[in-house]
């Protein structure tokens, strides 16, 4: 586990820190790096929403019994160490947040760094209230670091990043997976079309010019495609339209590079493919040689579903030995291994 300290420092030399200014830099630490975590989380999913709650507690911050914060979480579980801990990934890039935003700079760097508005904006809202409280406390800094020599946190361009949120908004260019639908109109004008990404889940599309909607027409239907554009979303995280959409194709599968629950991770080498298929409201992913099949009428959930699934096998299996397996248990070992081989 990487060591990453946290202090609040008197400007005055003195050693006392009231107890209020503590807890509240705490919690600014605690909601940043939850947000990085579950934005780096999403990305390795790649789902449509907000990561699940129940992975709060996989970065929640502890206070061991000296009083100093422990960033510790359920990744730490002997059955998925040595290959890849996304604990130690959001530390990192928590760090590098703090120094980029600390700086009176960073807009155009969030939007580098964080792909999905949802979870930037957040970001952005956490280093702003860190940057507050702190300016309020007069009198004390933040100093922060994975190595010995720590660093102090600097100033925050409040009004710049402030900006930045109001023109960008809930907005991003991205891609995601789901249907092209056709439906009529409601002025009878002719045909509109949504997306479909779930059962009952549905925004508006519109292309980037003619030719890219005559080449998409050839998907509307059952085929499973992938398509770049601008994404808004709502405050709630509900896709809400699809602008500028082009490159639509269609795909059969999708491939991950980590495989995330919220007991353990596991980042793989040779990544893990699942077939994709959409029938009946439902999603489906699977992998015939890991003998994983995951279904629900959400992508989200049916990817979720498919990491888990992952994680129990490699809990299950790798750490086992071959005596006490079976024939079949055992290809499921071998195949599980020959991803990070």
């Not at 990305?43 to 929403?49: A, G, K, P």
């Not at 699940?52 to 960033?71: A, H, L, Q, T, V």
């Not at 702003?128 to 409280?133: S, T, W």
């Not at 554009?229 to 995280?237: A, E, H, Q, V």
């Amino acid at each position: 586990m990487v060591n990453f300290t946290v202090n609040i420092v008197s400007d005055k030399g003195d050693s006392r820190v009231p107890v209020a200014l503590a807890g509240q830099i705490m919690i600014d630490i605690q909601d940043l790096f939850t947000h990085i975590g579950e934005y780096l989380t999403s990305r390795e999913l790649r789902i449509q929403t907000l990561v699940n709650p129940k992975f709060d507690e996989k970065f929640r911050i502890y206070m061991d019994g000296n009083g100093e914060m422990s960033f510790n979480a359920s990744t730490d579980d002997p059955e998925t160490k040595g290959f890849g801990d996304i604990i130690e990934d959001t530390i990192a890039k928590m760090e590098e947040t703090l120094d980029v935003m600390g700086n009176g700079t960073g807009s155009y760097w969030m939007e580098d760094n964080f792909a999905d508005a949802l979870y930037r904006n957040a970001i952005i809202y956490d280093i702003v209230a860190l940057h507050q409280d702190l300016v309020d406390s007069d009198g004390f800094h933040l100093e922060y670091g994975s190595t010995d020599e720590l660093k102090r946190f600097g100033y925050v361009d409040v009004e710049k990043l402030s900006t930045f949120i109001k023109r960008r908004g809930l907005s991003f260019d991205g891609a995601t997976i789901g249907i092209l639908e056709r439906s009529q109109s409601k002025s009878g004008k002719g045909p509109r079309y949504i997306f479909s990404t779930g059962k009952d889940v549905h925004s508006r599309i519109s292309f980037k010019d003619r030719d890219e909607l005559e080449r998409s027409l050839q998907f509307i239907g059952d085929c499973i495609v992938v398509v770049a554009g601008t994404f808004t979303y709502s405050d709630n995280g509900d896709l809400i339209s699809i602008d500028n959409a082009e490159d639509m194709c269609e795909v059969e599968s999708i491939k991950f590079h980590r495989l995330i629950s919220s007991t353990g991770d596991v980042a793989v080498t040779t990544p893990v493919e699942a077939k994709v298929s959409f029938k009946n409201n439902k999603w489906t992913l699977s992998n015939e040689d890991l003998g994983i099949m995951s279904s629900s009428d959400s992508w989200d959930s049916a990817v979720q579903s498919f990491h888990d699934y992952f994680v129990f096998l490699w809990s299950q299996y790798t750490e086992s030995d071959d005596e006490g397996l079976s024939e079949e248990e055992l290809e499921v070992k071998s195949a599980l291994l020959s991803h990070v081989a």
